[in-house]
């Protein structure tokens, strides 16, 4: 079994009361509608891991220009918020409950993958250069359009109108996703972000966008039912944020100032620096939550017992073991990933992964 005790306490988030220190963290799983509303397995999926407590669901845009991939759901429209809804049913109906990942992805888009077909927003007119998967097969991501600053401030206000939209359909909490090469990752890296207004250049300006996302959210919702995810040096959609000394300078100071708005947590994607990681433990003064990148089963409550995290979310774990809450309990064996059903089609690798009790 993971015999972490720690792993096991309970945990005060927010308004929420968790069991453990184990999360379901946020994946992609392209399954949703073509207009944005999730599948009609996604309440099944996500219910299933309910046990996990604190449930992340994959990105939901928050606008049409706010869509990458083919098939991922939406939050902005009416009939989205009510295709939640039963997602949110099924996860409180097991026990859990849902945080709503608000995602938007940027300049890590198609034309042919968005409801309108236009040219894709970022903070600079430079292509991500990155193979997107569309109906057609494969292409490049195309140069982007450069957001106005009018503009920005509308990108802030479809955050807050799409976290107001979770509450609606039933969520507990948004998770504002900063990470992973999108739009907000995209202002703070120097390689994707030459503006010379007040969003761009200084390691202020760059995290300035940022910053007024989270405060629009939490003004919106509550800063108690406001997470947000980063992803310090992650070289994903092809950004570079310079040396380690310039990631460090730009998150210390990034969730300095997120720290002043009181959000109920911070939830770090960790490549593996670790000095940096600590300085932001000794900053960041609510729940911290750890996904090390390629972390194995004997080291998911590592962090935790080094004081490095309160919770743990699982990636692929999670994914292929609906009931893997019980099997690390128990010690029992895990199911393997099947990496052809990760992304689209139907109920396999979806919702078919088999429990203990019907193994």
């Known amino acids: ?53 604190l449930v992340i669901t994959e990105g939901a845009q928050s606008s049409e220009d706010g869509q990458g991939y083919l098939n991922t759901p939406g939050i902005y429209t009416p009939e989205q918020i009510a295709g939640w809804k039963p997602v949110a049913d099924a996860v409180h109906d097991n026990g859990g409950h849902l945080f709503i990942q608000l995602m938007h992805v940027g300049r890590m888009s198609h034309p042919d993958n968005t409801p309108h077909h236009r040219q894709p927003v970022a903070p600079s007119a430079i292509s991500a250069d990155q193979d997107m998967f569309t109906a057609t097969g494969p292409q490049k991501t195309p140069v982007p359009r450069e957001l106005s600053t009018a503009e920005i401030h509308d990108v802030i206000g ?18 504002i996703h900063a990470a992973n090469g999108y739009l907000l990752h995209q202002f703070l890296s120097p390689n994707a972000n030459e ?63 997120l720290a002043e708005l009181g959000l109920v947590y911070l939830h770090v994607h960790h490549l593996g620096d670790d000095e940096l990681l600590r300085s932001l433990r000794d900053t960041w003064p609510a729940a911290l939550l750890v996904v090390r990148y390629g972390r194995e089963r004997e080291q998911i409550a590592a962090d935790i017992d080094g004081g490095l995290a309160d919770i743990a979310p699982l990636g692929r774990f999670a994914l292929a073991n609906p009931d893997v809450v019980e099997r690390l309990r128990t010690g029992a064996a895990l199911n393997e990933v099947d990496p052809a059903t990760i992304f689209g089609g139907g109920t396999a690798g979806y919702t078919d992964y088999p429990a203990l009790t019907e193994t």
């Open 195 to 257: 503006r010379t207004d007040e969003y761009g250049g200084s390691v202020q300006n760059r995290a300035r966008f940022v910053i007024e996302v989270a405060k629009a959210v939490a003004q919106e919702i509550g800063a108690d039912r406001t997470g947000i995810r980063i992803s310090p040096a992650f070289p994903l959609g092809g950004l570079d944020e310079g040396d380690t000394e310039a990631v460090r300078a730009q998150y210390r100071y990034l969730v300095g100032e």
């Open 158 to 175: 479809e955050f807050r109108d799409a976290a107001a939209s979770a509450i609606a359909a039933g969520a507990d909490g948004v998770e």
């Open 1 to 53: 079994m993971t015999s972490s005790s720690a792993l096991w306490q309970p945990f005060t988030l927010g308004r929420l009361q968790l069991a453990h220190r184990l999360a379901l963290a946020p994946m992609t799983r392209s399954r949703a509608n073509a207009d944005g509303t999730p599948g009609e397995h996604a309440a099944d999926y996500y219910g299933q891991r309910a046990s996990l407590g």
